[in-house]
């Protein structure tokens, strides 16, 4: 299966990836911050690699939602094609992928505050912040109380108080560009399957003039991980990174990693994608 170039590909495969290992003591705070020389990041935790097992939901693109699992395949051709630098694509893909989400979620309004692209480089030593790389680290972007920060953030504090009343997302819009990532696809996890009490700790990012919150996740065999094989430009993953409705009916958030993918097709292009990062209010 690993030396097809189109086709479905396997219904499983595996992949390495690091997963966070908090320390017995729950009460210390665990950290990372840029490192000022490679532009990496540095922390003060472990880490280990371990190896999941990687379903393959092609032709089964339909079995999962943002509100069931988390996440949600579409297929969804962009206007916008180029990807080549951040003005244009803030004046020409935002505004096309805030009513495409809309239009998938069925929210009132959609707030898109962030994009990184990532390309490839096998010669690029370490993830810098203008060359981003595909990187195989399971984690989950926001915190819940980041998720509230974002809101009061890039929004008016006249109007947050108001918006964090009603139900409200953090949703990353994932899209390959220029060909199919077969290349280091991305791997999702079916929060059906996390024990998010035991499976995730917070992590404070120290940036030199601000502070965020992302969540490390923690190995568990019982953790589901699905993929796309061949994600293709026309389609498109949303992530659902947070959601305040937290009563048990729906999928708050969902663990994702990149990771090497043993199925690549041999001389498969470089992944290149692209992800946006969107506060999603509903009415
Ligand atoms: C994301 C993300 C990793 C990757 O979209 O939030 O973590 O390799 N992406 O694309
Ligand atoms: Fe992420």
Redo the contacts with the bound molecule.
């Keep these: 299966m690993s030396s097809t170039t189109n086709g479905t590909g396997p219904s499983i495969t595996t992949g390495i990836v690091s997963f966070l290992v908090p320390p017995a003591d729950k009460s210390v705070e665990l950290f990372a911050y840029p490192d000022p020389v490679t532009g990496g990041r540095k922390n003060n935790y472990q880490r280990e690699d371990k190896q999941i097992f990687v379903e393959n939901l092609r032709g089964k693109e339909d079995s999962v939602t943002l509100d069931t699992a988390g996440f949600q395949f579409f297929h969804a051709p962009a206007a916008h094609k180029t990807f080549a630098n951040d003005e244009e694509i803030q004046r020409e893909y935002y505004p096309e992928s805030v009513e495409l989400i809309k239009k998938l979620t069925g929210a009132s309004r959609v707030e898109i505050f962030d994009h990184?692209i990532?390309r490839r480089n096998p010669d690029q030593i370490g993830d810098s912040p203008d060359k981003r790389q595909?990187?195989p680290q399971a984690?989950v972007?926001q915190t819940a109380a980041a998720a509230i920060d974002r809101v009061h953030r890039h929004l008016p504090e006249s109007e947050a108080p108001k918006l964090l009343k009603k139900r409200f997302q953090i949703i990353?819009l994932?899209r390959p560009i220029s060909h199919p990532a077969w290349d280091?696809p991305?791997a999702l996890c079916n929060y059906r399957s996390v024990d998010p009490e035991n499976d995730t700790a917070p992590v404070t990012l120290r940036f030199p003039n601000r502070k965020g919150e992302t969540m490390g996740v923690k190995y568990n065999p019982n953790q589901k991980w699905k993929y796309l094989y061949g994600m293709t430009p026309d389609e498109v993953v949303l992530?659902k990174?947070s959601d305040s409705l937290q009563d048990g009916s729906v999928a708050v958030f969902t663990p994702?990693?990149?990771f090497e993918d043993p199925a690549t097709p041999k001389g498969s292009p470089f992944r290149q994608?692209i992800?946006l990062?969107a506060l999603v209010f509903y009415d």
């Design positions: 990184t990532r595909p990187v984690h972007d990353n994932w280091w991305l992530i990174c994702h990693t990149a994608s992800e990062r």
